[in-house]
């Protein structure tokens, strides 16, 4: 298993090699002259100030070392200084990462289990209303856009009903401590992780429900059935646990649109994550911060699939280390 996670490691180092070289690029392609947007910020841009903030952030150097000099400061993990914020780039992800990482984690928990748990369900009732009621339901979730469903949970569960709190990352000025804080954090998560992992569960209890359809004609399932075992265990032993596999590879697959999808919540919700941190990047033009966020966000995509691998171990043993 250490050999097996070193070497996706490796390759997961390449990858981030690749992307963070891509993303240079398309960030330097895109129109106009940071150098102006910070000078006409600041209110003065005459060409001395233009030139000495070329000169500070080494924006007046050819395209190749500023390629070399940015890599340079990845590998030793600085991502540079924000233009905008006039702090270090790392300090503000760091800031932020623990916020994306707790809706990111509880929306993948909660569309994973709810989604198995309610393919399994439908599975097992093929034909009945109960079927029927969650194929329609995680269809219309689905196929209604996450900003319409996330407006949708504030208007009801905050305006209408006041349940939950509809914005922020705790209750501001309340000055709780300890347990009650977190509490406090847990309560202002519920509305943004569970709007984010209802669009993710609808994916999985489809695919659940189809690959256990698909596993229960087959002939180990048939002879479990002839051998007296109850209904229950069979479906549980030996037609979940191999229909689980097609599941666990749509999740590693879906984890990088899960991190995508967390910066529009993360934006409607008012979360402070580093999706919310990319927006006000990009609306600023702040190409330090922004190349930070995107290798950060390429990182998170890495570790989950890096999960997902070491998750196929867990659920079939027949996989071998070495496929």
């Given at each position: 298993?250490a050999?097996?996670?070193?070497?996706?490691?490796?390759?997961a180092?390449?990858?981030?090699?690749?992307?963070?070289i891509?993303?240079?690029?398309?960030?330097?392609?895109?129109?106009?002259d940071?150098?102006?947007?910070?000078?006409?910020?600041?209110?003065?841009?005459?060409?001395?100030?233009?030139q000495?903030?070329?000169?500070?952030?080494?924006l007046?150097?050819?395209?190749?070392?500023?390629?070399?000099?940015?890599?340079?400061?990845v590998?030793?993990?600085?991502?540079?200084?924000?233009?905008?914020?006039?702090?270090p780039v790392?300090?503000?992800?760091?800031?932020r990462?623990?916020?994306?990482?707790?809706?990111?984690?509880?929306?993948?928990?909660?569309?994973?289990?709810?989604?198995?748990?309610?393919?399994?369900?439908?599975?097992?009732?093929?034909?009945?209303?109960?079927?029927?009621?969650i194929?329609?339901?995680?269809?219309?979730?689905?196929?209604?856009?996450?900003?319409?469903?996330?407006?949708?949970?504030v208007?009801?569960?905050?305006?209408?009903l006041?349940?939950?709190?509809?914005?922020?990352?705790?209750?501001?000025?309340?000055?709780?401590?300890?347990?009650?804080r977190?509490?406090?954090?847990?309560?202002?998560?519920i509305?943004?992780?569970?709007?984010?992992?209802?669009?993710?569960m609808?994916?999985?209890?489809r695919?659940?429900r189809?690959?256990?359809?698909?596993?229960?004609?087959m002939?180990?399932?048939k002879?479990?059935?002839?051998?007296?075992?109850?209904?229950?265990?069979?479906?549980?032993?030996?037609?979940?646990?191999n229909?689980?596999?097609?599941?666990?590879t749509?999740?590693g697959?879906?984890?990088?649109?899960?991190?995508?999808?967390?910066?529009?919540?993360?934006t409607?919700?008012?979360w402070?994550?580093?999706?919310?941190?990319?927006?006000?990047?990009l609306?600023?033009?702040?190409?330090?911060?922004?190349?930070?966020?995107?290798?950060?966000?390429?990182?998170?995509?890495l570790?989950?699939?890096?999960?997902?691998d070491?998750?196929?171990r867990?659920?079939?043993?027949r996989i071998?280390?070495?496929?």
């Amino acid at each position: 298993m250490a050999r097996f996670i070193t070497e996706r490691l490796f390759k997961a180092a390449l990858i981030l090699l690749c992307i963070a070289i891509l993303n240079f690029f398309l960030i330097r392609a895109a129109p106009g002259d940071p150098a102006t947007i910070m000078a006409g910020e600041s209110g003065a841009a005459d060409e001395v100030f233009l030139q000495q903030l070329r000169e500070r952030f080494g924006l007046d150097k050819p395209l190749y070392m500023q390629l070399f000099a940015y890599l340079s400061s990845v590998v030793k993990f600085d991502f540079g200084y924000s233009y905008r914020q006039q702090v270090p780039v790392l300090d503000l992800i760091i800031d932020r990462l623990p916020a994306t990482l707790m809706l990111s984690v509880a929306a993948f928990v909660i569309s994973l289990v709810l989604g198995i748990a309610a393919g399994a369900f439908a599975s097992a009732r093929q034909g009945r209303w109960s079927d029927t009621l969650i194929s329609t339901v995680a269809l219309l979730f689905y196929a209604t856009p996450l900003f319409w469903l996330a407006l949708m949970a504030v208007l009801l569960f905050s305006v209408q009903l006041g349940w939950l709190p509809g914005f922020g990352y705790e209750t501001v000025g309340a000055g709780y401590t300890g347990v009650r804080r977190m509490l406090d954090i847990l309560q202002h998560l519920i509305l943004p992780a569970s709007t984010l992992g209802l669009f993710f569960m609808a994916i999985y209890a489809r695919m659940t429900r189809a690959s256990m359809l698909e596993v229960n004609t087959m002939d180990f399932v048939k002879t479990a059935k002839a051998k007296g075992l109850r209904p229950a265990v069979v479906q549980r032993r030996h037609v979940l646990r191999n229909a689980i596999l097609p599941v666990v590879t749509l999740a590693g697959l879906q984890a990088g649109q899960l991190v995508g999808g967390a910066v529009l919540i993360e934006t409607v919700f008012a979360w402070p994550g580093i999706g919310r941190l990319m927006f006000d990047a990009l609306s600023q033009r702040d190409y330090n911060l922004l190349l930070g966020v995107f290798i950060m966000s390429a990182a998170m995509v890495l570790l989950f699939n890096l999960i997902t691998d070491v998750l196929y171990r867990i659920v079939d043993p027949r996989i071998r280390v070495t496929s």
